[in-house]
């Protein structure tokens, strides 16, 4: 198994990588980092293991003089919004996110600033100490909150929209959006017809993976919304800060469209503002947001780098390829519910369904991630060859590689957990899609059979 330690978050096996006296260390680590008498909050998402973890990630935090705050089971945008709403220091979150139910993880901001390697490095260091740990440094107990009646209050404050005589269907995918989102969006915009599969609780996500990035796993979304007549539908993963969108057809929309769909709701605030997009993200469309007076910046892929040039760039909006979109008007946060209230609220306020706002997007020919398994020593060789592969080429080489063409680019990304590579490719139509795939497979025949093999298994 690869290392736990990530750039952005821990995230590992529940119980072969990971384990409370782990947790507990971590609560220590992120205490150090706090100054006396600031608060943190503290939440877990639904798997088996959470619980126990929460439990022990609080227990190393009071042997520090913080004050702590625990909403218990929660979504991860809960948690960024206690944070705000009480002006917390920092917040801490027990998740892995769209994994399988037998991993685990966590998140974490200081301020307002996401992960970095410092943090990570400092957590490691903290958690392969054997010394003892030191005694408690306060006898506080932890405030227990529950805090959605003002998430939805703080909702209902934002949103007003004109009559939305809409149904909807959502798909929390059995993760922490279960019963709750409904709740919320029901509570935000009275007049909704909503419909809810996938909507139980569950440690395990029923067997499903609650990751809508995914389109074969929001396959029955599409198919309920097309069956039932309805207007739309939402996914959202297993912690609840990613989300997918489906249109009135049965239509999956990539996060390209989905974020142009969101682009089109800023209207004139965009103007001279910055968007920030990951370096998975089509070219194409980032170019096209210049139409919309708007300014693409582009950022590693990972949520505390999108975050952080938000921050830096003081964007009002951000999009990931996986499905993460940050909003800067609620400190860069990625928010599934309140993502889809955004998209209600303009629907409403229009009268356009989401397929006028997908037919809008300017056509995109792209690949999906294409991961391709080899040694490392293949692997090596690969990522040296980008370095100079067509020279005349503009490159980007912060996350990967990155060669950019007329139309489109393509990117090779080594995996940080595995030995493999991550592929995408972007052109201006199919064929000169299929065509750059293809003269890529030949030029690094070390991989190009098993690339080839999965471009064409990936329709």
Not at 152 to 174: F, G, K, Y
Not at 393 to 419: H, N, Q, Y
């Amino acid at each position: 198994m690869g290392d736990i330690f990530n750039p952005c978050d821990i995230r590992g096996h529940a119980t072969e990588q990971l384990s409370p006296e782990l947790f507990a260390r971590f609560g220590l680590a992120l205490g150090k980092m706090l100054a006396p008498g600031d608060t943190i909050v503290v939440g877990a998402d639904r798997r088996a293991s959470s619980p126990a973890f929460r439990a022990a990630l609080i227990d190393g935090l009071r042997r520090a003089p913080v004050h702590i705050v625990d909403l218990r089971t929660v979504p991860t945008p809960l948690v960024y919004f206690a944070k705000r709403h009480l002006n917390a220091a920092a917040c801490a979150m027990v998740t892995a996110s769209h994994n399988p139910p037998e991993d685990n993880g966590l998140k974490w901001l200081i301020g307002r600033d996401p992960p970095n390697a410092e943090q990570v490095a400092q957590l490691k260091a903290v958690s392969e100490d054997e010394s003892k740990a030191p005694p408690f440094a306060t006898d506080e107990e932890p405030k227990t909150r529950c805090l959605q009646k003002e998430y939805i209050a703080a909702l209902q404050e934002r949103w007003h929209s004109a009559t939305l005589n809409l149904r909807i269907v959502v798909d929390p995918m059995h993760g922490c959006w279960s019963r709750l989102g409904r709740v919320c969006l029901h509570a935000v915009f009275p007049q909704l017809m909503i419909e809810a599969i996938h909507d139980r609780p569950s440690p395990t996500f029923e067997g499903l993976s609650p990751d809508p990035s995914n389109p074969a796993n929001i396959r029955e979304l599409a198919e309920t919304v097309e069956r039932e007549r309805a207007s739309l539908g939402f996914a959202f993963d297993g912690d609840g800060d990613r989300m997918a969108l489906v249109d009135e057809y049965g239509t999956i929309l990539s996060a390209e469209e989905t974020a142009w769909c969101f682009l089109k709701t800023f209207g004139e605030e965009l103007q001279g503002k910055k968007f920030v997009h990951d370096v998975k993200f089509s070219d194409r469309l980032a170019t096209h947001v210049k139409t919309l007076d708007g300014t693409p910046c582009m950022s590693k892929t990972g949520h505390a780098f999108v975050r952080r040039v938000m921050y830096e760039q003081e964007a009002i909006f951000g999009a990931e390829v996986s499905g993460h979109f940050y909003f800067g008007e609620i400190e860069a946060a990625d928010d599934g519910v309140f993502a889809a209230c955004r998209i209600l609220d303009y629907l409403g306020r229009t009268g356009l369904s989401l397929s006028d706002l997908r037919e809008e997007c300017p056509p995109l020919y792209l690949t999906s991630d294409l991961r391709v398994g080899a040694s490392e020593a293949v692997i090596d060789a690969v990522m040296l060859k980008m370095e100079t592969y067509r020279p005349s080429r503009k490159r980007d080489m912060a996350d990967g590689v990155r060669i950019r063409f007329e139309d489109g680019f393509l990117l090779a990304r080594r995996s940080g957990t595995e030995p493999k590579v991550t592929f995408r490719f972007e052109a201006g139509s199919p064929e000169a899609l299929k065509e750059r795939v293809r003269q890529f497979c030949d030029d690094f025949p070390d991989i190009g059979d098993d690339l080839w093999e999965r471009y064409l298994n990936s329709f």
